[in-house]
């Protein structure tokens, strides 16, 4: 498989059914997780908004970073791709220009944060810009966003559907000024709103209307990368942000690692027994993963930091728990599978907004456990599990990188279990399927690098 320099175009067809590996023992294993796919596309985003070129290190390379970099060429960003350091491809040098280049198509694939973010851009580029995406994605929430974006003088022609495609018609700038949203459908609202705040005419005062903001980590990373550019992003009081116009540095940027996508990794070792470490954990981080570390401690693992790796060790067994997600609903897949294998019921609430992610992940988590004999039950805004003996079968990935890592976890307990499509995970790590299997053959062999995966 070759890693360095990687696109969807030049990654093997892992599309189609995989069988799940059992584990057949306690584990053992140190894994390298790729970048991060939040933190990746929203330094894209800003590199191409700077004033001057960026240098993006240990970057994701997968089909949402790859989505994110044909949209930001489609607008006339030059990006290139350089050798680097890291296990997993290139490093991503990015030229900005200005203003952004219109008459063009920008088609988000199921990428949330393309067609959220871009859609903030439209209005620097001179030229009409159509956004679009995959078929499956276009059910996904727009139109607290096209609102928004309205609110602040972008010129948006979207044939009544408040809905994708749209057209956004450019005019080289865009005015800014004080504008609510309710982003209670998604976080990725109000980050794409800041994150092309600073090349407003005036800026931007954005206030939340909704009951509840769901991933609240997401936008603390927005801000930080904004605030590691040099725009400092005022907070008057919760739910309510002021941008200030003005320039955007260029720097060079270390990507962390994906430490939601390390999730399924540190899960296995409470599943199989045993231990997994996941090396370049960060001290401090504003991605949701980095929840993790309690989360799986009130689950009953051992979870230790040193050495800048992360360690989870099997306690006695799986705990039930009752958990809010509402920060971390990314997460609330793997947490499922630990809960469908727990030593009693489990509740996870503060997720009604996963329901519009690649999926409705509520009810696809639901039917999928239901199908492998489990139990499981839809709640207006969570789920409720009760582990119950589960047998082999398809588990349907529907489309949803995460909905295929939950079947892999399950099944390293039970035999049987197929799922019909890991190609998905491609979305955001399209090595999980070797880096998984190398987690399962060698203890040492989970940390793969780029060079041992083009040799396999």
């Given at each position: 498989?070759?890693?360095?320099?990687?696109?969807?175009?030049?990654?093997?067809?892992?599309?189609?059914?995989?069988?799940?590996?059992?584990?057949?023992?306690?584990?053992?294993?140190?894994?390298?997780?790729?970048?991060?796919?939040?933190?990746?596309?929203?330094e894209?985003?800003?590199?191409?908004?700077?004033?001057?070129?960026?240098?993006?290190?240990?970057?994701?390379?997968s089909?949402?970073?790859?989505?994110?970099?044909?949209?930001?060429?489609?607008?006339?960003?030059?990006?290139?791709?350089?050798?680097?350091?890291?296990?997993?491809?290139?490093?991503?040098v990015?030229?900005?220009?200005?203003?952004?280049?219109?008459?063009?198509?920008?088609?988000?694939?199921?990428?949330?944060?393309?067609?959220?973010?871009?859609?903030?851009?439209?209005?620097?580029?001179?030229?009409?810009?159509?956004?679009?995406?995959?078929?499956?994605?276009?059910?996904?929430?727009?139109?607290?966003?096209?609102?928004?974006?309205?609110?602040?003088?972008?010129?948006?022609?979207?044939?009544?559907?408040?809905?994708?495609?749209?057209i956004?018609?450019?005019?080289g700038?865009?005015?800014?000024?004080?504008?609510?949203?309710?982003?209670?459908a998604?976080?990725?609202?109000?980050?794409?709103?800041?994150?092309?705040?600073?090349?407003?005419?005036?800026?931007?005062?954005?206030?939340?209307?909704?009951?509840?903001?769901?991933?609240?980590?997401?936008?603390?990373?927005t801000?930080?990368?904004?605030?590691?550019?040099?725009?400092h992003?005022?907070?008057?009081?919760?739910?309510?942000?002021?941008?200030?116009?003005?320039p955007?540095?260029?720097?060079?940027?270390?990507i962390?690692?994906?430490?939601?996508?390390?999730a399924?990794?540190?899960?296995?070792?409470?599943?199989?027994?045993?231990?997994?470490?996941?090396?370049g954990?960060?001290?401090?981080?504003?991605?949701?993963?980095?929840?993790?570390?309690?989360?799986?401690?009130f689950?009953?693992?051992?979870?230790?930091?040193?050495?800048?790796?992360?360690?989870?060790?099997?306690?006695?067994g799986?705990?039930?728990?009752?958990?809010?997600?509402?920060?971390?609903?990314?997460?609330?897949?793997?947490?499922?599978?630990?809960?469908?294998?727990?030593d009693?019921?489990?509740?996870?609430?503060?997720?009604?907004?996963?329901?519009?992610?690649?999926?409705?992940?509520i009810?696809?988590?639901?039917?999928?456990?239901?199908?492998?004999?489990?139990?499981?039950?839809?709640?207006?805004?969570g789920?409720?599990?009760?582990?119950?003996?589960l047998?082999?079968?398809?588990?349907?990935?529907h489309?949803?990188?995460r909905m295929?890592?939950?079947?892999?976890i399950?099944?390293?307990?039970v035999?049987g279990?197929?799922?019909?499509?890991?190609?998905?995970?491609?979305?955001?790590?399209?090595?999980?399927?070797?880096?998984?299997?190398?987690?399962?053959?060698?203890?040492?062999?989970?940390?793969?690098?780029?060079?041992?995966?083009?040799?396999?």
């Open positions: 498989m070759t890693v360095h320099g990687y696109s969807p175009s030049t990654a093997p067809d892992a599309r189609g059914p995989w069988r799940a590996p059992v584990a057949d023992g306690p584990l053992h294993a140190s894994v390298t997780v790729p970048g991060s796919k939040s933190l990746t596309n929203r894209l985003v800003l590199s191409a908004l700077a004033e001057s070129p960026s240098r993006l290190t240990s970057p994701l390379h089909d949402d970073s790859a989505r994110m970099i044909d949209a930001l060429r489609a607008l006339g960003v030059g990006i290139e791709l350089e050798p680097g350091a890291g296990s997993f491809g290139d490093d991503i990015v030229t900005p220009t200005w203003p952004l280049r219109g008459d063009t198509v920008v088609d988000g694939g199921q990428a949330g944060t393309v067609m959220r973010f871009v859609a903030g851009l439209g209005g620097f580029a001179r030229g009409d810009v159509t956004v679009t995406a995959h078929e499956s994605a276009l059910h996904r929430p727009m139109g607290a966003m096209i609102t928004a974006l309205r609110d602040v003088g972008v010129d948006i022609d979207d044939g009544g559907r408040w809905a994708l495609p749209f956004v018609r450019g005019h700038h865009t005015r800014g000024g004080e504008v609510t949203i309710d982003a209670s998604s976080s990725q609202f109000v980050s794409g709103l800041l994150l092309a705040a600073p090349r407003f005419d005036v800026g931007l005062h954005l206030h939340h209307s909704g009951e509840r903001l769901p991933s609240i980590p997401h936008i603390d990373m801000v930080e990368s904004l605030a590691h550019r040099g725009v992003v005022e907070r008057p009081a919760p739910g309510e942000w002021i941008v200030p116009a003005g955007v540095r260029g720097k060079e940027v270390a962390e690692p994906d430490l939601s996508n390390a399924p990794f540190l899960a296995a070792a409470m599943i199989a027994g045993g231990s997994v470490s996941v090396s954990w960060p001290a401090h981080s504003t991605q949701p993963g980095a929840m993790l570390t309690d989360i799986l401690a689950m009953g693992a051992k979870v230790v930091r040193r050495g800048g790796a992360l360690t989870v060790t099997a306690g006695a799986i705990q039930g728990i009752d958990l809010d997600l509402s920060a971390a609903g990314e997460l609330t897949p793997t947490v499922f599978a630990l809960a469908a294998f727990a009693g019921p489990s509740t996870l609430h503060g997720i009604g907004h996963i329901r519009g992610h690649e999926t409705d992940r009810a696809a988590l639901v039917g999928e456990l239901r199908g492998l004999g489990g139990e499981a039950h839809e709640l207006p805004d789920i409720r599990i009760v582990p119950r003996p047998t082999g079968g398809t588990w349907h990935a489309h949803d990188h295929a890592t939950t079947g892999a399950i099944g390293l307990a035999p279990v197929e799922v019909d499509d890991i190609g998905t995970t491609a979305k955001t790590m399209p090595e999980f399927p070797q880096l998984w299997q190398a987690m399962l053959d060698d203890g040492t062999a989970g940390a793969l690098s780029a060079e041992t995966m083009q040799a396999s």
